[in-house]
């Protein structure tokens, strides 16, 4: 499935200092040890759902689909061709559900599919939707031969004010072998508990 490619970036951060930091902050600032995660993501065809779980199961923390109310078509080309719109007028779909508590999270987990080298635009709509300033964000995709492509660099221009750490992309044809994948990036951005 890789009719549309796009060139990869990662770029890299000190997660675990960026991690510990947030925790400490949210600690000091709320007088909490609350510290929760969320684990927040969008899945065209289910790949990234996987990744997704297999984040949640190890963090725990809540988990949220990222639903758009018109849901994309199910023909590849189609969905393609409506991304491709969508991201060349920068269009923000409307979304289905809201996280209620979104300021009881230290760290968000935003996950989805690379499309077009970048997020997709539902995905654009839920991070202008809340206010993550000073909120550590950890983005996963999953991609089929893009990587994460420009998307961490996309994410850090929608949420300016928030620490980005570095991203996780797994191909889509290996999402239910990456445990090992998942748990080396949630080591590597210091969030395994
Ligand atoms: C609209 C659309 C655009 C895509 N664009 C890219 C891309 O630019 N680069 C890439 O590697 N894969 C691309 N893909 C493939 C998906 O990223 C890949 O299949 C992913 O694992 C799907 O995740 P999901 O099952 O969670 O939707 C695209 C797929 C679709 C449907």
């Not at 947030?22 to 995660?37: C, L, P, V, Y």
């Not at 023909?75 to 559900?97: F, G, I, N, W």
């Not at 997709?120 to 709509?125: D, H």
């Not at 996309?154 to 090992?180: E, F, W, Y």
Request: hydrophobic letters at 35%; charged letters at 25%.
């Amino acid at each position: 499935m890789n009719k549309v490619s796009a060139p990869s970036a990662s770029p890299r951060k000190d997660g675990k200092k960026e991690v510990a930091k947030a925790m400490a902050a949210r600690d000091n600032t709320s007088g909490t040890k609350e510290n929760k995660i969320l684990v927040a993501y969008f899945s065209h065809s289910g790949n990234t759902r996987v990744i997704a779980q297999q984040i949640h199961a190890s963090l725990g923390g809540d988990l949220f689909e990222i639903v758009p109310v018109d849901s994309y078509p199910r023909d590849y080309d189609a969905a393609v061709e409506q991304a491709r719109k969508e991201l060349s007028t920068a269009y923000k779909p409307k979304l289905k559900s809201k996280v209620q508590n979104m300021k009881s999270h230290t760290v968000v987990c935003v996950g989805y599919p690379c499309w077009w080298g970048t997020i997709p635009r539902p995905v654009a709509t839920f991070l202008s939707e809340y206010d993550f300033s000073g909120e550590t964000i950890a983005p996963f995709c999953t991609h089929e031969g893009s990587g994460l492509g420009r998307s961490v660099t996309d994410i850090r221009a929608l949420c300016p004010h928030s620490t980005v750490l570095n991203g996780l992309a797994v191909r889509g044809g290996h999402v239910k072998k990456a445990q090992n994948e998942v748990y080396g990036w949630l080591r590597e951005i210091g969030l395994e508990k």
